[in-house]
């Protein structure tokens, strides 16, 4: 079992009750993407393994802690780990799991917000130069910010990152209570090579 960058709802009962090998991965340190309530799970299941972003600061030492900066790789029971940058802070995975790849992009993204037009131009550069860093790589599900707060701009990171890397499932995430930008982005990306999943409300649960 895989768990990203968690922080809130009912996931407790799920890995305490759970027979499978279970890593729980942390982009960054920002609450909406690390809750230290998840340190708290390995004292039912001790061979817990955590996987986080460099900037997370944390009180244990224990070897079932594991961290990475971008570029870094590791190799953790079956699964091939390597760490990408952020726009913003921490890092993001790729995550090999036997046949399946899999991408989450932390706070990696094009955050196209109003600003100075020097500002927007870096921006948009940091950004780019990292999805080429990526590029290359197969991906079959990728976990991509489409912000809202962004307005118009919600969806100009995930357009480049489905044009520049194409991943098989394209699954939206950080937009807070606002799953219906989901419908919006998924009609707007309806001719794209990527399978765009959507949400109709907070909770919901997905079986690929």
């Known amino acids: 079992m895989l768990i990203f960058d968690y922080y809130q ?3 407790e009962s799920l890995v305490r009750e759970s027979p499978k090998n279970i890593f729980i991965f942390s982009s960054h340190s920002h609450p909406d993407h690390f809750n230290p309530v998840i340190l708290e799970w390995q004292k039912n299941k001790p061979d817990i393994q ?3 972003g460099y900037d997370i600061n944390v009180p244990q030492k224990n070897k079932n802690i594991n961290f990475l900066s971008p570029y870094e790789k590791l190799e953790i029971g079956n699964l091939k780990i390597k760490a990408y940058n952020s726009t913003d802070l921490g890092i993001s995975f790729l995550v090999q799991d036997e046949e399946i790849r ?5 706070d990696l993204n094009w955050w196209y917000w109003i600003d100075t037009p020097a500002e927007m131009m870096k921006a948009e550069k940091d950004f780019k130069e990292e999805v080429q860093k990526i590029k290359g790589e197969t991906i079959d599900i990728a976990f991509f910010p489409v912000d809202p707060r962004l307005e118009e701009n919600y969806s100009a990171g995930a357009e480049y990152f489905i044009q520049e890397l194409a ?3 394209f699954i ?3 937009f ?3 799953p219906e930008i989901t419908n919006k982005f998924e009609d707007k990306m309806k001719n ?5 999943l959507k949400f109709s409300q907070v909770g919901q649960e997905l079986i690929l």
């Not at 794209?192 to 765009?196: V, Y």
């Open 192 to 196: 794209c090579p990527s399978q765009i």
């Open 167 to 169: 991943p098989r499932i």
């Open 172 to 174: 939206p995430m950080h």
């Open 9 to 11: 709802g009912p996931v």
């Open 102 to 106: 899999l991408f989450h992009a932390g």
């Open 50 to 52: 955590y996987i986080f």
């Open 176 to 178: 807070a209570d606002s």
